[in-house]
T-cell receptor, first 115, second 112 residues
């Protein structure tokens, strides 16, 4: 969806390296979600923000993962240090302002491979 | 916590035949139900949703879904499948809170 821009689209890194994934939603959204998709576990909700504030990070696998949303138009998901089991596609999704029953709009995802 | 189940990993249909992709849900409050489609190397795209009202919901690309409260189901349907419908389909649920939970996905293959 053109409303959510994720970068990088593909990242290959070595175990132990720091990885930063970025998400830029267009305006008009007040909630932002980070999901991880793998063959084994499907789509997992990692964390979500309302009005830039983290609401639920219970899905974050461990302390190696952190997410920030410094403003309404930018969020990052950081993995430090990365491990091979972090290999997955990471999606950012947003929800329109004022609608917590509405659909989410997804970015195209960032495919991470940790060697 | 809310959850959805998609009992079929794979659904195969012939082009022109009707298709059904199954989904059942579990929520403590009123369910808000969604279907998404994912094509290879792409993000999820919204197809349709049920919030309230008519149990038959119509969405994009000729898809529809029927909400059945007694069976806690929200099956996705299309009267006549196209080869281009082949993709991964996800059912999702919200219970009024902010997080959205997805099923494991069903791979639909439509054969010419």
């Amino acid at each position: 969806d053109a409303g959510v821009i994720q970068s990088p689209r593909h990242e290959v890194t070595e175990m132990g390296q720091e990885v930063t994934l970025r998400c830029k939603p267009i305006s008009g959204h007040n909630s932002l979600f980070w999901y991880r998709q793998t063959m084994m576990r499907g789509l997992e909700l990692l964390i979500y923000f309302n009005n830039n504030v983290p609401i639920d990070d219970s899905g974050m696998p461990e302390d190696r993962f952190s997410a920030k949303m410094p403003n309404a138009s930018f969020s990052t998901l950081k993995i430090q240090p990365s491990e091979p089991r972090d290999s997955a596609v990471y999606f950012c999704a947003v929800q329109r302002t004022g609608s917590n029953t509405g659909e989410l709009f997804f970015g195209e995802g960032s495919r991470l491979t940790v060697l | 916590a809310q959850s959805v189940a998609q009992p079929e990993d794979q659904v195969n249909v012939a082009e022109g035949n009707p298709l059904t992709v199954k989904c059942t849900y579990s929520v403590s409050g009123n369910p808000y139900l969604f279907w998404y489609v994912q094509y290879p190397n792409r993000g999820l795209q919204f197809l349709l949703k049920y919030i309230t009202g008519d149990n038959l919901v119509k969405g994009s690309y000729g898809f529809e879904a029927e909400f059945n409260k007694s069976q806690t189901s929200f099956h996705l349907k299309k009267p006549s499948a196209l080869v281009s419908d082949s993709a991964l389909y996800f059912c999702a649920v919200r219970d009024g809170g902010n997080d959205m939970r997805f099923g494991a996905g069903t791979r639909l293959t439509v054969k010419p």
